[in-house]
């Protein structure tokens, strides 16, 4: 069964600092892996989509990355501002087809002023 | 195109009555994805439906819940005689044939 850990749980740096936000899953045998945004109350919008075969994907301050044989994947995020204060959440989908997602229990971050 | 539409956005129920809810996939996908997430909890996926066809609910609880998604109209998920750990956000996920899925905004479901 997939298990995926994100790991600090909350967080929160002053504005203009540089971030990283991890995610690790217990099974390799992945098809993509996915960053979501989650707003309090809000849905979840999709940031970056890294395939199985891929090692990194990036967009504008972002950048995703992924290591499947030992199962981690990094989300990097460059002079962090107030604006980016939300949860992130991390998700893998199994391989063979793009059904169900396996979440983890996601990263809260502030950015404070 | 307008994103994935679920309503309503906010849902009271008292404990025995039931619930719906719905979700608009986008234009031209074909593939729905319900997930729950209940309070500070991560979301976990419950089904996955195509046209007239249930694909995986592995994640549905064996009672009271049920889900379709009919060849016209909407995907409904329908909770009966809720219960107040039913309480929670419901998220519908859509895609087309495989690949991203784009998720609704959920809807709130409080159980009193």
């Known amino acids: 069964k997939q298990e995926v850990t994100q790991i600090p749980a909350a967080l929160s740096v002053p504005e203009g600092e540089n971030l990283v936000l991890n995610c690790s899953f217990t099974d390799s045998a992945i098809y993509n892996l996915q960053w979501f945004r989650q707003d309090p109350g809000k849905g979840l919008t999709s940031l970056l989509l890294i395939q199985s075969s891929q090692r990194e994907q990036t967009s504008g301050r972002l950048n995703a990355s992924l290591d499947k044989s030992s199962g981690r994947s990094t989300l990097y995020i460059a002079a962090s501002q107030p604006g980016d204060s939300a949860t992130y959440l991390c998700?893998?989908?199994?391989?063979?087809?793009?059904?169900?997602?396996?979440f983890g229990t996601g990263t809260r971050l502030q950015v404070t002023l | 195109n307008a994103g994935v539409m679920q309503n309503p956005r906010h849902l009271v129920r008292r404990r025995g009555q039931e619930a719906r809810l719905r979700c608009s996939p986008m234009?031209?996908?074909?593939?729905v994805y319900w997930y729950r997430q209940l309070p500070e909890e991560g979301l976990k996926f419950m089904v996955y439906l195509q046209k007239e066809n249930i694909i995986d609910e592995s994640g549905m609880p064996k009672e009271r819940f049920s889900a379709e998604f009919p060849k016209e109209g909407p995907s409904i998920l329908r909770i009966q005689q809720v219960v107040r750990g039913d309480s929670a956000a419901y998220f519908c996920?859509?895609?087309?044939?495989?690949?991203?899925?784009?998720f609704g905004p959920g809807t709130r479901l409080l159980v009193l």
């Open positions: 996920a859509s895609s087309p044939v495989t690949e991203t899925q784009y």
């Open positions: 234009k031209g996908h074909s593939h």
């Open positions: 998700a893998v989908t199994p391989t063979g087809t793009a059904s169900k997602l396996t």
